[in-house]
């Protein structure tokens, strides 16, 4: 008997299933009966346990888990005879029915994967970053790693721009404290614009043991929803001025930097090789994000609710887990779950296309091509060869250099069709104001 299958939108889809009751219950009942020649039970003997309490005390979770399989069969041979590729998980339902019927209905409310057809991307444009690394980059990333390391000693004079601050603060508005608006030994730097512009103008000048009121208006965008828009007014108390310590580019900095005996030369021959791998690495990040977008233009996709859900939740929990590890509670995550929605849906489109590529065109990565790759990012450890057989030992790490191997060839397939075009750019533009 043909399976039939409701159309309910450009995706989704809806087919009825029936699971004979007879055929259950011969199930439930074999089931018991093996249970019984082994459970334990207070006041009786194994296997000497009366059937009618063993019926009592599990019949219905084996109802349970047998009627499940059961439906979960009968799901799969229909899919399998409407060959439909299912996406995510379906709603299953039970259907009303007589009492006394011989089978169980059941429907089945699920998505199908989108056909995907990726079209002509010869016409895309793709500009291929080129910067050679010279002595100026080397000196601003110095820079850079010293800023890193920057410490701070406290003085006596009013805050400056670039001077950590801590002070304690209470915020009100119409007179009552709004949540999030006090605290005390806060600390924050001047200039760094963590802090609204007129927080920071209210705090410049201060000295340690001074107190300033001041107003400071919430922009119409604000995150914090029940303060957007409105105006606070804030006692401030100075507690502590500090200025910033850059460390000396010296024999001891040097050591710091992994340079064993604080040779200057030295040193900087390691930051140039380190500063060249990650301008390739940069490079081919903006060449791979360009690839990529052409694909995204060049097969719209109708994308199942379903995947995109799965994917955005798994995105907000990998963002919840990294802000955890950096010790950030719970309550103060500050991230909207839905920014991720965008995310979410270009992770789900592009996994769609680079799956149809890697059949169509033959783009699944030879066993070389990932070794060649995980060498590659081994390179930034100290002891490459020792995170090259780590990586072959972990079976989901192994599977992630696999799948970027075969995003590699993707990117590559879209560059040999593509018009790639070579454009020079200065060091702060590609490395996005980092160094």
């Known amino acids: 008997m043909p399976v039939n299958v409701e159309q309910l939108g450009a995706l989704e889809r809806r087919l009825s299933m029936s699971v004979p009751v007879q055929e259950v219950e011969r199930q439930v009942d074999d089931r018991l009966k093996k ?97 050679r690394v010279d002595d100026d980059a080397v000196e601003r990333t110095l820079a850079m790693l010293r800023k890193q390391r920057v410490t701070y000693a406290e003085v006596e004079r009013e805050a400056r721009e670039g001077d950590r601050v801590t002070v304690d603060f209470e915020g009100r508005i119409g007179g009552e404290v709004f949540p999030g608006g006090k605290a005390s030994g806060f600390a924050f730097l001047l200039g760094e614009k ?31 929803k029940e303060v957007a828009g409105k105006t606070a007014t804030f006692a401030v108390a100075a507690k502590r001025v500090e200025e910033p310590r850059l460390p000396e580019l010296d024999a001891e ?31 081919e990040a903006s060449v791979k994000n360009q690839a990529l977008q052409a694909l995204l233009d060049a097969a719209p996709l109708e994308l199942p609710r379903s995947l995109v859900q799965m994917e955005h939740q798994r995105m907000v ?23 991720f929605e ?9 996994g769609l296309i680079i799956s149809e590529l890697r059949t169509s065109e033959k ?30 030992m972990q079976p989901q790490r192994l599977s992630e250099m696999e799948s970027l191997a075969l995003e590699s060839n993707v990117v590559s397939w879209v560059l040999s069709k593509a018009r790639v075009e070579d454009k020079a750019v200065a060091f702060d533009e590609l490395m996005g104001g980092s160094a």
């Open 363 to 392: 783009l699944n990565p030879k066993p070389a091509e990932v070794r060649a790759l995980i060498e590659a990012e081994a390179q930034s450890y100290e002891h490459p060869a020792e995170v090259v057989k780590w990586i072959y």
């Open 317 to 339: 929990e990998q963002a919840a887990a990294e802000l955890r590890a950096r010790g950030v509670p719970l309550e103060r995550m500050p991230f909207d779950p839905q920014a």
């Open 35 to 131: 249970l019984a020649r082994d459970v334990k039970l207070p006041g009786f003997r194994p296997g000497k346990v009366p059937m009618k309490i063993v019926v009592q005390q599990y019949g219905p979770q084996v109802r349970s888990e047998v009627l499940g399989g059961a439906v979960e069969k009968a799901f799969g041979d229909a899919v399998k005879e409407a060959k439909l590729r299912v996406a995510g998980y379906p709603r299953i339902e039970k259907k009303d029915g007589p009492a006394d019927a011989t089978a169980l209905e059941f429907s089945a409310t699920f998505e199908v994967y989108p056909e995907v057809k990726v079209g002509d991307v010869s016409a895309a444009k793709v500009e291929r970053p080129v910067l």
């Open 253 to 283: 900095f040097a050591r710091k930097l992994g340079v064993a005996d604080g040779d200057l030369a030295k040193m900087r021959v390691e930051v140039r090789a380190n500063v060249e791998r990650e301008v390739k690495k940069r490079i």
């Open 194 to 224: 963590r802090m609204l512009p007129e927080f920071e103008a209210g705090a410049l000048g201060m000295k340690a043991g001074e107190s300033r009121n001041f107003e400071v208006r919430f922009p119409d965008d604000y995150h914090g």
């Open 342 to 350: 965008a995310g979410a849906r270009r992770r789900v489109a592009l």
